[in-house]
């Protein structure tokens, strides 16, 4: 199967700040982008007409006005700090546009919920395995 190649810009970061994705995003980012053909995800967010793409290293977000040009980047994703796979992930918002700030108050929430439509939709590609766990008698068992 032959894909397309999508290319995006992106200013200089005019800014940057410190967040935590909830750990339900961060492991549905990792989910769809395993299962994915490619080496990314696109994630249309219908609710802000705006378009998420994931990819090992990164999330951008760019507005469908301008549809090259990156307005959010979420990088530097920590999830090796976590003790717990349902503990928030630190990463770094980094804001390439004046808006961005205003964007990034609403890509949490939104993201997510176009996260789960995604996932919804997708199909397994294989059917699933049962896999036999053979349980040790505990000491007190025995």
Avoid at 28 to 43: E, H, K, M, Q, Y
Avoid at 45 to 52: F, K, N, V
Avoid at 119 to 137: F, Y
Wanted: hydrophobic content about 40%.
């Amino acid at each position: 199967m032959d894909y397309g190649v999508e290319s995006f810009e992106r200013g200089p970061a005019l800014s940057s700040t410190a967040s935590t994705l909830p750990a339900a995003t961060y492991n549905l980012t990792r989910i769809l982008l395993a299962a994915s053909p490619g080496n990314c995800v696109f994630v249309p967010i219908r609710s802000m007409q705006y378009l998420a793409v994931i990819d090992q290293e990164e999330i951008i977000f760019v507005d469908s006005q301008h549809k090259r040009w990156v307005e959010v980047a979420w990088r530097n994703f920590k999830p090796q700090a976590r003790t717990a796979l349902d503990e928030p992930v630190a990463y770094q918002a980094v804001f390439h546009t004046a808006n961005a700030g205003d964007t990034q108050r609403r890509l949490q929430g939104d993201f997510h919920a176009a996260l789960a439509l995604l996932a919804a939709r997708r199909q397994p590609t294989s059917p699933a395995h049962i896999l036999p766990l053979a349980r040790k008698p505990a000491p007190h068992d025995e």
